[in-house]
């Protein structure tokens, strides 16, 4: 069974195309699934698109309302603690599920065992891709991406994985937060998001420790989905944008708390079973 836990703040026209292509997406099929939708500062405009609008096209639709704003890493939690499926797969609103991409990762995961948190290519509605896996941060690479300059180019390129060609199944440090599958069994062992962290960089800690428990963290870009994406946390002003925006202000206290965690080399932990390559790339 297929448990999707989508994670909404104040979208719901986002909201309703997700929800909308993910039932075009399950047409037809056999797949057990439910679908919980984890609704932060809920609005009555929200909760009649679920419950109303879309209540017909899924046959397991489940609201969790928040009157307050939860962030994501709460959110997604919360989804977590609820759902009942062997498989789990963390979306966005944002996300356009195209058919075929769900069993095909379950199967992905399914024949690779050693695999604990898969995501899929990513696409621009233009059809370029976009990135959505990477190494893990430094504060320089996280300086450099606020205020890129000339010399920093190529620390960027690879913190973005552009120096690997990306064409078939590969290890990455972390996945975009936006569309995460994993299984029962990985969850069980590496546990829920870490709260501390409050709209940013969770995903990119639970990666870590993904890997920290023995699971390789896998991109799949055979496998696509489309992404309307939004950098909330950078701006315009560059290093003016902590005075001016509370979005950047977020970003920049969770990664005070994911440098306090993990360090400050952006290496991957040492792990007690090794990952073998073949696993990847079969």
């Given at each position: 069974m297929l448990s999707v836990i989508i994670v909404n703040f104040k979208n719901p026209p986002l909201l309703r195309l997700a929800l909308t292509t993910l039932a075009r997406a399950l047409l037809g099929h056999t797949l057990s699934y439910e679908v919980?939708?984890?609704?932060?500062?809920?609005t009555v405009e929200t909760q009649n698109i679920v419950r109303h609008d879309c209540d017909g096209l899924l046959d397991r639709l489940v609201l969790v309302p928040f009157s307050e704003n939860t962030g994501y890493t709460r959110g997604v939690n919360e989804g977590l603690r609820r759902a009942t499926g062997d498989?789990?797969?963390?979306?966005?609103?944002?996300?356009?599920?195209?058919?075929?991409?769900?069993?095909t990762m379950m199967a992905y995961l399914q024949d690779h065992p050693h695999i604990g948190l898969l995501?899929?290519?990513?696409?621009?509605?233009?059809?370029?891709?976009?990135?959505?896996?990477?190494?893990?941060?430094?504060?320089?690479?996280?300086?450099a991406r606020r205020i890129p300059l000339p010399f920093t180019r190529r620390l960027i390129n690879r913190f973005l994985m552009r120096d690997e060609p990306l064409t078939s199944p590969t290890s990455?440090?972390?996945?975009?937060?936006?569309?995460?599958?994993?299984t029962r069994t990985a969850l069980e062992r590496v546990g829920l998001m870490d709260e501390q962290f409050f709209l940013y960089l969770s995903e990119v800690d639970w990666a870590w420790r993904f890997w920290d428990n023995g699971y390789a963290v896998a991109y799949m870009p055979t496998v696509r989905m489309?992404?309307?994406?939004?950098?909330?946390?950078?701006?315009?002003?560059?290093?003016?944008?902590?005075?001016?925006?509370?979005?950047t202000r977020w970003h920049i206290r969770d990664a005070i708390r994911y440098f306090r965690k993990h360090g400050i080399s952006g290496r991957r932990p040492e792990h007690p079973k090794p990952i073998q390559p073949s696993l990847l790339n079969a």
């Open positions: 919980i939708v984890v609704d932060s500062a809920s498989y789990l797969l963390v979306l966005n609103p944002d996300i356009v599920v195209l058919p075929g991409t769900l069993e995501g899929p290519g990513l696409l621009n509605f233009d059809d370029t891709r976009q990135d959505s896996g990477f190494r893990f941060y430094t504060p320089l690479v996280m300086a990455v440090d972390w996945l975009m937060g936006s569309t995460l599958m994993t489309y992404h309307y994406h939004q950098r909330q946390s950078k701006g315009r002003f560059g290093i003016l944008d902590v005075l001016m925006r509370r979005q």
